[in-house]
T-cell receptor
Framework: NAGVTQTPKFRVLKTGQSMTLLCAQD?????MYWYRQDPGMGLRLIHY???????AKGEVPDGYNVSRLKKQNFLLGLESAAPSQTSVYFC?????????FGPGTRLTVT | GQQVMQIPQYQHVQEGEDFTTYCNSS?????IQWYKQRPGGHPVFLIQ?????EVKKQKRLTFQFGEAKKNSSLHITATQTTDVGTYFC??????????FGKGTTLSVSS
């Protein structure tokens, strides 16, 4: 039982490049979330999903897109990366009420 | 929009001293959750409080939910070096996703 996994762990992008972050959970959870964490800013919600095929915007959705084609996977895409998107990205899935977080992806955009 | 404020942002204590972090919401919450993030790690769920005035204990940690369900606190008695990390509160208002505070980072010197 791996819990929540994230791929990749680290990534460096140049401004304007695109990439996809993958989140996978093996707990059969319906709800999944993408957060970004910046120093002194806590965890800010980017997008979330309440089930397969559904997505919704969070607090800071601009510049990101998401897809939930399969229940166990939640993908976060950056179409044209900007230096302001340098951050640590956490994915989480929700059990009965608590959230289980993945180990995070550290993204640097130069 | 809904905001969850957390103070202090940083706290340094000597091992054995007590520590308290406070969380305040601009709106009434359905429940409040607390998470701990060790340095370099990911947030881990600690507890959820639901009822007005609720108090829960986990060993040296005491969690309280205010009577008006707008504030909460986490108190650690006799801190240990294993308590270091960032403590986040996260509030849920009906119909919205969980909103995280910016966290309190605790450092402990022995």
């Amino acid at each position: 039982n791996a819990g929540v996994t994230q791929t990749p762990k680290f990534r460096v992008l140049k401004t304007g490049q695109s990439m996809t972050l993958l989140c996978a959970q093996d707990m059969n959870h319906e709800y999944m979330y993408w957060y970004r964490q910046d120093p002194g800013m806590g965890l800010r919600l980017i997008h979330y999903s309440v089930g397969e095929g559904t997505t919704a915007k969070g607090e800071v959705p601009d510049g990101y897109n998401v897809s939930r084609l399969k229940k166990q996977n939640f993908l976060l895409g950056l179409e044209s990366a900007a230096p302001s998107q340098t951050s640590v990205y956490f994915c989480a899935s929700q059990g009965f009420y608590e959230q289980y977080f993945g180990p995070g992806t550290r993204l640097t955009v130069t | 929009g809904q905001q969850v404020m957390q103070i202090p942002q940083y706290q340094h204590v000597q091992e054995g001293e007590d520590f308290t972090t406070y969380c305040n919401s601009s709106t009434t919450l359905s429940n409040i959750q607390w998470y701990k993030q060790r340095p370099g790690g990911h947030p881990v769920f600690l507890i959820q409080l639901v009822k007005s005035g609720e108090v829960k204990k986990q060993k040296r940690l005491t969690f309280q939910f205010g009577e008006a369900k707008k504030n909460s606190s986490l108190h650690i008695t006799a801190t240990q070096t294993t308590d270091v990390g960032t403590y986040f509160c996260a509030g849920l208002q009906a119909g919205t996703a969980l909103i995280f505070g910016k966290g309190t980072t605790l450092s402990v010197s022995s």
